[in-house]
């Protein structure tokens, strides 16, 4: 339930399970190419990313369409304007690249035009067939909007902890589960 200092549950499930999502994510992508393509694990690996971006997808979209729905708790009369500004600027680029990032990895999935197989449950078609050079501009795209997305999460977390350390003007507890 909403209330006016703290988020509405579901949009406090969705950023809590698209955090846990994106560093499990980057994580086993990072663990994932280290690997060689002819060690089993490398597939296993890249099946359950494939299947983990997916429902990352699914999570960011509906991140991004309960937002228009969802009144967000003011922020702190007592915090700077350039920090309503940067805060509301690092949320649009995360929405972003909720997007992008699954989106671009999606396209290298499906570039020869074969769907992505969610385990024996079901497949998700390709939409359309790329060249190399399309596939390959995906895959930077993917690689440093992921890592871009990590670096975005990192100050996000720290302004978080210096807003609930240092500040103490309640900005984290926004999020929290009391």
Known sequence: MASPDRYPLLTRLFHW?????????????????????YDPWYHKGLTLHRVLGMV??????????????????????????WQHHAAHTVHAAFYFLMLLVPLSGYLVSTSSGAAVPVYDWFEIPALWRVDDAAREWA?????????????LAAMHAGAALKHQFIDRDGVLSRMGWR
């Open 139 to 151: 895959i930077r795209v993917h690689y440093y909007a992921a890592y871009g997305t990590l670096l």
């Open 17 to 37: 399970a698209t955090a846990v999502g994106i560093l499990a994510l980057c994580g086993l992508g990072a663990w994932m190419v280290e690997q060689s393509y």
């Open 56 to 81: 990352a997808l699914a999570l960011g979209l509906g991140f991004v369409l309960r937002k228009p729905f969802t009144r967000s708790p003011p922020l702190p009369a007592s915090m700077p304007r």
